[in-house]
């Protein structure tokens, strides 16, 4: 019998497997007696950490990918023979095994070819005018694939119409530089998938299974907040929509970010593959016209009990999602990223059954840019804690800082590669921290982090003065100078956080056997004590590595976090002689 050639699928990462069988295909005979068919199956959606099958699986690809593919001929006449060309793939509930073609309700063979999103509706092939039945060919040396998928488009209307991005065709000939194109708004591009390139040796076509992994092309963001002021339980947040806000004019009750340039609302991806790997890579450009948009709100505040939670792991997250954590989409900014900011009022509620409120207004965080270089295909939380490092003020002058009391974290997690973290406390300027660590397992609860984590330390400065006036200075990335170690007695009435680190250095008592040791001791005769650990220039770096893969032109601290249990301080002093410090924790054992 012939080899036939089968299309099925069961998630959105796609496996290409095949079977043996007794006959071949092609103009030289199969070494191994065998004939394969070709078939789709599943493994991973590529967006979730869940695996997804069948029905799930064609949901996310609204029931359709497009796939092209050539085979390789090689000898005198080294060439790639057309295979597919811009074949629909179609998934047909309960329709598994009725046709040769189809294994697991995907089929191919006699699909209309238009493809969804062209306009008008029409097949981007070149000459083909019919999907027919493949075969594996054993004269070919290999084969290569490629396929995206439109998704579920954008549904909107009465009666319901969809939208769907516009694809171009793949130009074969030119991967390595732009292959295809894939334009529209955040609506409609957020619904898209695209794969990797696949190459499929002759070896391979009986005995493996070839993998397509598709990833879906824009980024989310989600938010939240905690608390951690002692004798207070935090209500009534009110959010800015800009830096220029004041507390008569923070009245909106839904999370806002506001970013320093506007977040990307349209535009076009251009999807080219690696030579040697065949990894698609993704450049965005966003359509000038529809990015005029600097903020980016969700719906709520999800409180406990109407106060914020007081714990990381007990944060109040926004939105009305999953689990009331809802994932903004947004489209990536191409690894430029923007300064994103959280400006907010709050209440401050006395826990001592005085009722005793005050008002907070103000209190600003700063998520650098080397942070928000968002990537396709990736998950961002941005955590922001409220603790007694205050940026804020308490009356009507925005000079009057009557509480000394709030920082806030920002954890950026990689919803598709776990193993790197970053947490931020924000001051004026920040420190923000990052952890690497080749098993995977950075910190606990998002505040914490694993013993054997390489820590990164950064501080960043925001820009000063009128931009284009004389006098400014535009924002950037310092390594902190010092880093100390922190311990505290057991039944200290001192607790270990940014102030009182920066109390027992500026007051403490130091002893002339170990200079750079800062001992306080409190009413009940119990020690703070602040170590300093050395370090040198080994230990200044240009350069901390991002969720991809890759690097951040950041100037940081490097050190390893060796000894469970560890507390850390990390210490910036600015021009002007002010310190800040972030605390950074070990994971007891």
């Known amino acids: 019998m012939k080899r036939k050639l089968f299309f099925a699928a069961t998630a959105a990462t796609l496996l290409f497997t095949g079977c043996a069988n007794d006959e071949y295909v092609g103009e030289v005979e199969n070494p191994r007696g065998e004939l394969t068919e070709i078939t789709f199956a599943s493994k991973n959606a590529g967006i979730t950490r869940a695996e997804l099958s069948g029905s799930a699986a064609a949901g996310l690809l609204g029931g359709n990918f497009v796939v092209v593919g050539y085979k390789n001929v090689s000898g005198e006449s080294s060439s790639s023979v057309k295979v597919f060309d811009h074949y629909n793939v179609n998934y047909k509930v309960g329709t598994a095994n009725s046709t040769l073609s189809n294994t697991a309700n995907w089929e191919y063979v006699g699909q209309d070819m238009k493809v969804r999103g062209t306009d008008p509706e ?13 075969y594996w060919d054993h004269s070919a040396s290999s084969y290569d694939f490629v396929a995206f998928s439109m998704g579920q488009g954008y549904s909107t209307g009465e009666p319901e119409q969809t939208t769907y991005a516009t694809p171009t065709a793949v130009q074969w000939n030119q991967l390595t530089s732009p292959a295809y194109t894939l334009s529209g708004d955040i609506n409609t591009l957020s619904e898209c998938y695209i794969s ?19 990833r879906h092309l824009t980024s989310k963001i989600r938010m939240a907040l905690y608390e951690t002021v002692p004798g207070y339980k935090i209500k009534d947040v009110r959010f800015h929509q800009s830096a220029q806000d004041t507390h008569t004019t923070a009245t909106e009750k839904k999370p806002t970010l506001f970013g320093s340039n506007a977040f990307n609302k349209k535009g076009t991806y251009t999807v080219s593959f690696s030579e040697n790997e065949g990894k698609a890579n993704l450049s965005f450009s966003a359509e000038a016209t529809d990015g005029t948009e600097n903020v980016l709100q969700f719906t709520q505040v999800n409180y406990k009990e109407s106060f914020l939670g007081e714990t990381s792991a007990d944060a109040s997250y926004c939105g009305t999602g999953t689990d009331d954590k809802e994932f903004k989409k947004i489209l990536p900014n191409g690894g430029n990223g923007n300064v994103v900011s ?42 922001f804690k409220i603790s007694q490092n205050t940026n804020g003020h308490t009356g009507s002058s925005v000079d009057d800082k009557g509480l000394t009391a709030i920082s806030f974290d920002a954890i950026v997690l990689d919803d598709e590669a776990t193993g790197q973290e970053t947490i931020t406390t924000v001051s004026n300027p920040s420190i923000t921290t990052f952890g690497v660590n080749t098993n995977n397992v950075i910190t606990k609860d998002g505040d914490e982090y694993e013993v054997g984590t390489t820590i990164y330390a950064t501080a960043y400065i925001p820009a000063s003065g009128i931009t284009g006036q004389e006098g400014y200075i535009p924002a950037k990335t310092d390594a902190p100078q ?14 270990i956080n940014e102030y009182s680190v920066a109390n027992a250095i500026k007051n403490g008592s130091m002893s ?52 469970a249990g560890t507390i850390y301080a990390v210490e910036y002093e600015t021009t002007t002689n002010d310190k800040v410090y972030k605390i950074v924790r070990i994971k007891s054992n």
């Open 342 to 383: 959280m400006q907010i009022d709050y209440t401050l509620y006395s826990e001592d059954g005085s009722r005793e409120e005050i008002k907070v207004y103000g209190a600003k965080a700063d998520v650098p840019a080397a942070y928000t270089a968002w990537k396709p295909g990736y998950a961002y939380t941005y955590i």
């Open 482 to 495: 010092n880093l100390y170690t922190v311990t505290i007695e057991n039944g200290a009435c001192q607790t």
């Open 122 to 134: 029409k097949s981007l092939a070149t000459g083909v005018t019919e999907q027919t039945i493949k």
């Open 196 to 214: 990797d390139k696949k190459t499929v040796q002759e070896t391979e076509y009986s005995n493996s299974a070839v993998q397509l992994q598709f």
């Open 512 to 563: 002339a056997e170990s200079p750079t040791t800062y001992t306080l001791t409190d009413a009940n005769g119990k020690n703070l004590i602040v170590k300093q650990v050395s370090t040198n220039d080994a230990n200044i770096v240009t350069s901390v590595p991002s969720e991809d893969g890759g690097t951040r032109s950041v100037n940081a601290l490097k050190w390893n976090a060796e000894n």
